[in-house]
């Protein structure tokens, strides 16, 4: 049984730009979650996927985007990179609600420029 | 909206030393609570859970206890190790508009020195 897998590891962006980081489910995974991790600080939710839909968003603006595909993997959209995106994103996937456990990776280190 | 609250660190003890490590809870409903750790260069593991009221999580000589009446969760092990040095955190699980989500307080960082 795989875990949660992120990519890349490490990314270095510059104010402005555009990043994509993706996330591969655990199997049997249908339920992807996006958390922003600030140096220091816990993780804050930023949306979850659910059969390819956005069914539930933190206090995140739009810029901060995303997809599930059919296989339940999903990636993380950020558009006009700010300073403050500077953070550790992770990915947790679940076969439902909290209750039957979420499965971490060990996250994308962002930082802008 | 709901929030976790658990105490600063970083903690630093001895091996075998006791071990609490508090978190307080606000939250509308009946979330569920938990305790994850993380690891240096890690991604989040869950170490234990509790559904309800009065529920007790235990893992690893971990335990915190479900106290609806004081809305804590403290952690606690009786005698700690080298290899939990790490970061914990507090978290609640609350659902809403179809969707799951965990509030995390700002974790606590162990050190163990032997």
């Known amino acids: 049984e795989t875990g949660v897998t992120q990519s890349p590891t490490h990314l270095i962006k510059t104010r402005g730009q555009q990043v994509t980081l993706r996330c591969s489910s655990q199997?049997?995974?249908?339920?992807v979650s996006w958390y922003q991790q600030a140096l220091g600080q816990g993780p804050q939710f930023i949306f979850q996927y659910y059969r390819e839909e956005e069914n539930g968003r933190g206090n995140f603006p739009p810029r901060f985007s995303g997809l599930q595909f059919p296989n339940y993997s999903s990636e993380l959209n950020v558009n006009a990179l700010e300073l403050d995106d500077s953070a550790l994103y992770l990915c947790?996937?679940?076969?439902?609600?909290?209750?039957?456990?979420?499965?971490f990776g060990s996250g994308t280190r962002l930082t802008v420029v | 909206g709901d929030s976790v609250t658990q105490m600063e660190g970083p903690v630093t003890l001895s091996e075998e030393a006791f071990l609490t490590i508090n978190c307080t809870y606000t939250a509308t409903g009946y979330p569920s609570l938990f305790w994850y750790v993380q690891y240096p260069g890690e991604g989040l593991q869950l170490l234990l859970k509790a559904t309800k009221a009065d529920d007790k999580g235990s893992n690893k000589g971990f335990e915190a206890t479900y106290r609806k009446e004081t809305t804590s969760f403290h952690l606690e092990k009786g005698s700690v190790q080298v290899s939990d040095s790490a970061v914990y955190f507090c978290a609640l699980g609350s659902s809403g508009a179809g969707s799951y989500q965990l509030t995390f307080g700002k974790g606590t960082k162990l050190s163990v020195i032997p």
């Open positions: 199997s049997g995974h249908n339920t």
């Open positions: 947790a996937s679940s076969s439902g609600g909290y209750n039957y456990g979420y499965t």
